[in-house]
């Protein structure tokens, strides 16, 4: 797929799409010869997907990519362009997830031009954290970047949903489409409380009432039961009557359609043209009429779900001036803060929908949640606020050694990269302390038990950062990765901040080998 001097994507099973492109191409022209011919309408809604198929598949079989020393060379079905590498400003990754049984990962290579812009490519792309092949075609168009072009930086910026570099419109479409919702269903409650009172108050119907005024009372008709209906789990149960009188069926409950049987003599209760009560000899059966505090409690659901994407937009919003592929902190303070928010709002829009301050109680209830609500939105603030990471400073009276005579503490901790002290990734945490050197294990203690030696001679510190997208999604938002030198091999450390620091400093203080095995040698030889 590439060399030294070019690089060529070319799509895959080709023959294949072009197949698929000709099968719908070949339906859409049977769905119209047919509805020129029928007039059924039916036709064009199988035309219309056997479309869409065909513009995809001649989509994925005409997708093309070259780069060359002169630049990039797009071709699509639609649509082609071209790009110097003099307008290149870098490339990086965007990292997608199917939301499927098993998360698989999808990864695309962008451009970022010089004048802000960026654009995706066709070729490569990957389905899969591993593919030699797309990390091949990767690697070979970054070499022809650095040669023929000049590269904002050596850096390879990797964008995941949790960045900083990905759009919010979706967030924030989705808060404005509940907040919505949420204001059309209180616009309801009114109505609702008023059908629920005249229900209520509703009594039968006088023998000389007309019929046109027999809605607003209640008219009790016999009825016998043919056979009953139960649905499976989650779904609603139906009643059928004999005669189809007077009605062919009623969707009740499934107790309901278990607890009554066929043959049974019922009477059933109608008011407003609908059904509103079915009563046996064995089981009665009332339909739920919803009140004021039912919608006004789906409302107040509604607004309090709009909070989260509002929480990732405000959370972008606040991370905007941060590199595109940083890790932005995670949203969830807010949504406790919310989820707390409805242990007290939900009872007091049940409860009381029109008059929420129409009494001392509630006004107290009132006052006391919104203080809660306030100081746990502060709380969120801060905890998904960010500090910039720094390595650590030295200690005042920090000298040489593992902490003779302190206990072994165990840090949550790990190297992302596999090395001989961290085979297979199998590290956990780090142990620092308690007279030995600094070590991976794959427990939190106690013991060293399988316990691998850090090289800390061998360790030297480039920087410490804040959490990027190719760090993985398994490195939680509020960690810091310590970027380090291994004898030339660039090796990540995570952990939180605090503990970090901590892991860093039994680094650079442990002593090197030779001189902890000479110390050895000589306590044993006393």
């Known amino acids: 797929m590439s060399d030294a001097r070019e690089v060529i994507c070319r799509p895959q099973w080709t023959r294949t799409w072009w197949c698929l492109a000709g099968l719908g191409a070949t339906a859409v022209l049977a769905a119209v010869a047919l509805w020129a011919s029928t007039g059924e309408p039916a036709w064009p809604a199988v035309g219309i997907p056997s479309a869409a198929a065909c513009l995809l598949s001649a989509h994925r079989a005409t997708a093309r990519l070259s780069a060359d020393a002169h630049g990039l060379h797009v ?68 070499a022809l970047h650095r040669r023929h072009g000049t590269p904002a930086s050596d850096h390879l910026p990797v964008l995941s949903p949790r960045t900083a570099g990905r759009g919010w419109a979706g967030s924030l479409a989705l808060c404005v489409l509940l ?37 607003d009372c ?42 009554f049987r066929p043959g049974d003599r019922v009477r059933l209760t109608l008011w407003r043209g609908g059904v509103r009560k079915v009563a046996g000899d064995r089981y ?41 592929d940083e890790v932005l902190p995670s949203a969830l303070p807010f949504a406790a803060a919310l989820a707390v928010t409805a242990l007290w709002l939900l009872p007091l829009a049940y409860l009381h929908p029109t008059a929420p301050l129409g009494s001392p109680a509630t006004i107290t209830w009132t006052t006391a949640g919104a203080l809660t609500t306030t100081a746990l939105l502060a709380w969120a603030w801060r905890a998904t606020g960010t500090r910039p990471p720094r390595a650590p400073a030295p200690a005042p009276g920090e000298r040489d050694g593992d902490g003779d005579g302190e206990d072994d503490v165990f840090v949550a901790a790990r190297f992302l990269e596999a090395t001989e002290y961290n085979p297979h990734h199998f590290g956990t945490h780090i142990v620092v302390g308690g ?60 952990a939180s901040p605090a503990d970090l620091t901590r892991v860093l400093r039994a680094l650079r203080t442990a002593p090197p080998r030779r001189e902890r095995d000479r110390g050895t040698a000589r306590a044993s030889g006393r």
Request: glycine share 8%; charged share 25%.
């Open 218 to 259: 209640l008219t009790t008709v016999p009825a016998v039961i043919e056979r009953t209906d139960p649905r499976p789990p989650r779904k609603a149960g139906r009643l059928y009557f004999t005669g189809a009188r007077p009605l062919e069926r009623l969707v009740v409950s499934q107790e309901a359609a278990r607890a």
């Open 284 to 324: 009665v059966w009332h339909d739920h009429i919803p009140g004021g505090g039912d919608v006004v409690v789906v409302a107040a659901g509604l607004a309090l779900a709009a909070g989260c994407p509002a929480a990732r937009v405000l959370l972008r919003l606040r991370g905007r001036h941060r590199p595109e």
């Open 435 to 494: 007279g030995g050197p600094p070590a991976v294990v794959p427990h939190a203690g106690p013991g060293r038990y399988a316990a691998r030696r850090i090289p800390a001679d061998r360790l030297t510190l480039r920087e410490v950062r804040h959490v990027r997208g190719g760090d993985g999604d398994t490195v939680p938002a509020s960690w810091h990765i310590a970027d380090l030198d291994d004898a030339g091999t660039p090796v990540r450390l995570a």
């Open 179 to 215: 907040s919505a919702a949420a204001g059309v269903t209180a616009w309801h409650a009114p109505d609702a409380e008023s059908t629920l009172r005249a229900w209520t108050s509703a009594r039968p119907c006088a023998a000389g009432t007309p019929a046109a005024e027999r809605a």
């Open 75 to 142: 071709r699509t079905l639609l649509r082609r362009w071209d790009v110097p590498w003099s307008d290149v400003a870098d490339l990086r990754v965007r990292l997608t997830h199917a939301p499927t049984s098993r998360p698989e990962e999808f990864r695309r290579v962008g451009v970022t031009l010089r004048d802000g812009s960026a654009r995706m490519l066709p070729r490569p792309w990957s389905r899969g954290a591993h593919d030699p092949e797309f990390d091949a075609a990767l690697e070979a168009l970054r």
